[in-house]
């Protein structure tokens, strides 16, 4: 996987989740504007529907006009179900740019998913889902094993016997922050569940781009223009990012004054992974500048 001191690597910044209950619904779904679009096999498919998900998922990725912006979630390895998905990947026509663990406690659970598909031929990214206790306290060894990681607050919060709040959950999004800036690993916030409370989604949003989260999950197309508005890369910022660049290089790398303001080497550093994540981004989910998104 790509690492902070590499090429960077585009990384979403809206999943949108939909349950492989309907292929009709997954396929609409591909309407929204949505980086990333994740076809979902587990929580949210009762165990009776899990054989049928998986057809309905088969078929979505076939359908699919760039299956590399599809996710599939599959279950909790170790499980029946699980073995069940990962057979259905392997040997599906098309593959999803994108598989989503559950319930992970190490990060030999995601070496060997890695492994497993690999087996197949298929190589998409891992994104882990932070949602348990074992996880939080290997999240270093998780966030180095894993391309992504999405904090589940539902089963998070359940497991601690406390609400899914800001101040809740708030040591678990600082663990994630400064595991996946160590690692170069993508920062994705979880879903908002108070979906009558759009004050929510604002603060969550702007309160998880101030740890240095990337993305933001969500189940409802609804959310995705605030989500898309504030975590998407912003031309403005994009360009004056290249002027701070600029600035410390005609400097000698030292300090300059930019606007009336001091910048420095920290400041051009945080510049330069502004713009090659920016650019990343437009080259695989938006446009050649970077301004917009062409919904693929």
Request: aromatic share 4%; glycine share 8%.
């Amino acid at each position: 996987m790509t690492r902070a001191t590499d090429t960077a690597r585009a990384i979403p910044r809206s999943f949108l989740y939909t349950p492989a209950l309907s292929l009709e619904r997954v396929v609409k779904a591909w309407s929204y504007d949505a980086d990333v679009h994740l076809i979902d096999l587990e929580d949210s498919v009762p165990p009776q529907e899990k054989d049928a998900a998986r057809t309905v998922c088969r078929a979505a990725l076939e359908k699919a006009p760039d299956p590399r912006n599809i996710a599939v979630r599959v279950n909790e390895l170790g499980t029946l179900a699980a073995v069940h998905d990962l057979a259905m990947l392997a040997g599906a026509a098309a593959r999803p740019g994108f598989v989503v663990m559950t319930m992970v406690d190490s990060p030999v659970e995601v070496t060997l998913l890695r492994d497993t598909l690999a087996s197949a031929g298929a190589h998409p990214q891992i994104y882990v889902t932070l949602e348990t206790p074992a996880a939080v306290a290997a999240i270093d060894a998780i966030a180095e094993a894993a391309d992504g990681l999405i904090l589940g607050s539902a089963d998070l919060a359940a497991t601690l016997g406390v609400e899914i709040t800001w101040a809740g959950m708030l040591s678990a999004r600082q663990a994630m922050a400064m595991a996946c800036a160590r690692y170069g690993t993508a920062c994705i916030d979880t879903a908002n569940y108070r979906l009558a409370e759009p004050a929510v989604l604002a603060e969550e949003i702007a309160r998880a781009r101030e740890l240095g989260f990337h993305g933001k999950a969500t189940v409802h197309p609804s959310e995705l223009d605030a989500i898309n508005a504030a975590l998407r890369p912003d031309p403005e910022g994009l360009r004056a990012a290249r002027r701070v660049t600029e600035a410390v290089r005609s400097a000698a790398g030292g300090i300059a004054v930019l606007d009336g303001n001091m910048v420095g080497p920290p400041f051009a550093r945080m510049a330069r992974d502004t713009v090659a994540l920016g650019d990343a981004w437009a080259r695989r989910f938006g446009d050649a500048e970077g301004a917009g998104h062409d919904g693929r």
